[in-house]
């Protein structure tokens, strides 16, 4: 059984470049979280969504940033024109039920960006 | 918004001692998460509590939420080097809203 697989795990762009990252949930999940974290701090939510749906997008930067979970295939964090200070490491989460059914979020093992 | 307080930031311990890291909660929680975050990796699940005054353990990890619910501890009995990394709690602000974290406590365990 997989659990949370996120792609690529390092990925190195230029100032200006776009930046793709993708979750694929647990086989099963259809609910996707992206969290950021920065160094030295803690995991700060990005993004709910649920199939085709975004739910909650309260910790998305209103530029550059979107998020995607289409029917088929994984979920894609895409940054567009990136800074330096989009630097971090991207967790991607999953779970079977809504927030409130307190089920365990699965997190994958994070793709980390560096912005040259 | 709900804000959780983690303490201490950092701590080191001599193998073979227990440690306390506490979890503080601005608002009520409705579910509190502990997860384990190896350097450089993804996070571990270790437990959920819901109910105050509710308390669980996991081979040496105990956890424990108070009875108000705004507070929450994990407690390592004989640590041993496997238990270094960072913890974080997670909660969530309110029934349906992704869980928030804390930044977390950075644990060193020294031979």
């Known amino acids: 059984n997989a659990g949370v697989m996120q792609n690529p795990r390092h990925l190195v762009r230029r100032r200006g470049q776009e930046a793709r990252l993708r979750c694929s949930p647990v086989?099963?999940?259809?609910?996707v979280y992206w969290y950021r974290q920065l160094p030295e701090e803690g995991l700060k939510f990005m993004v709910y969504?649920?199939?085709?749906?975004?739910?909650?997008e309260s910790g998305m930067p209103k530029e550059r940033f979107s998020a995607e979970f289409p029917k088929e295939g994984p979920s894609i964090l895409r940054i567009q024109q990136v800074v330096r200070g989009d630097s971090a490491a991207y967790f991607c989460?999953?779970?079977?039920?809504?927030?409130?059914?307190?089920?365990?979020?699965?997190f994958g093992e994070g793709s980390r960006l560096t912005v040259l | 918004s709900q804000e959780l307080e983690q303490s201490p930031q950092s701590l080191i311990v001599q193998e073979g001692k227990n440690l306390t890291i506490n979890c503080t909660s601005s608002?009520?929680?409705?579910?509190l998460y502990w997860y384990k975050q190896k350097y450089g990796e993804g996070l571990i699940f270790l437990m959920m509590?819901?109910?105050?005054?509710e308390e669980k353990s996991h081979e040496k990890i105990t956890a424990k939420l108070d009875e108000k619910k705004q507070q929450s501890s994990l407690h390592i009995t004989a640590s041993q080097p496997s238990h270094a990394g960072i913890y974080l709690c997670?909660?969530?602000?309110?029934?349906?809203?992704?869980?928030?974290f804390g930044k977390g406590t950075r644990l060193s365990v020294i031979a």
């Open positions: 969504l649920q199939k085709e749906n975004i739910i909650d």
């Open positions: 509590l819901q109910k105050g005054g």
């Open positions: 608002k009520t929680l409705y579910g």
């Open positions: 989460a999953s779970s079977i039920s809504r927030p409130s059914n307190t089920g365990e979020l699965f």
């Open positions: 997670g909660a969530f602000p309110s029934g349906n809203t992704p869980l928030v």
């Open positions: 086989k099963g999940h259809s609910h």
